[in-house]
C-alpha cells in the first residue's frame, strides 16, 4: 500500500518561510501529477501548487512568486518552499498524488496534512 506522509509544517513569522515534504512509501512504480493542497478552518480546500511527472507547474495566483513547487522523483518527494508568508496561508497543507504502483494506478492518493500557522 502507498503512503503519502507530509512534514515541515510549524509556526513562523510573517515574512517567514517554511519547506513542506511530501514523501511518498511503499510499492511504487512512479509518480505522476502532484499537487499541495491547502484548507483553512471553515473554508473549503484548494489547490496551492501542481507539479506533473513531465514538470509542468501550475500555482495558485495568491502564491505565484512566493512558492515554489519542485521534485525529486528519485527520493518519491515533492517540497513546497513557501518564502514572504502571510498571515492568511494559514491552513492545512495537504499533499495529492497520482501514482503508478506494482498494483496498478492509484489516483488522488492524499496525506494526512501538516498545519501551517503564520503569525502577525
Known amino acids: 500500500q502507498v503512503q503519502l506522509v507530509e512534514s515541515g509544517g510549524g509556526l513562523v513569522q510573517a515574512g517567514g518561510s517554511l519547506r513542506l515534504s511530501c514523501a511518498a512509501s511503499g510499492s511504487i512504480r512512479s509518480i505522476a501529477t502532484v499537487g499541495w493542497h491547502r484548507q483553512a478552518p471553515g473554508k473549503q480546500r484548494g489547490l496551492v501548487a501542481r507539479?506533473?511527472?513531465?514538470?509542468?507547474?501550475t500555482y495558485a495566483d495568491s502564491v505565484k512568486g512566493r512558492f515554489t513547487i519542485s521534485r525529486d522523483d528519485a527520493k518519491n518527494t515533492v517540497y513546497l518552499e513557501m518564502n514572504s508568508l502571510k498571515p492568511e496561508d494559514s491552513s492545512v497543507y495537504y499533499c495529492n498524488a497520482d501514482i503508478y504502483t506494482k498494483k496498478g494506478w492509484e489516483l488522488g492518493r492524499w496525506g494526512q496534512g501538516t498545519q501551517v500557522t503564520v503569525s502577525s
Open positions: 507539479i506533473t511527472g513531465g514538470g509542468r507547474i
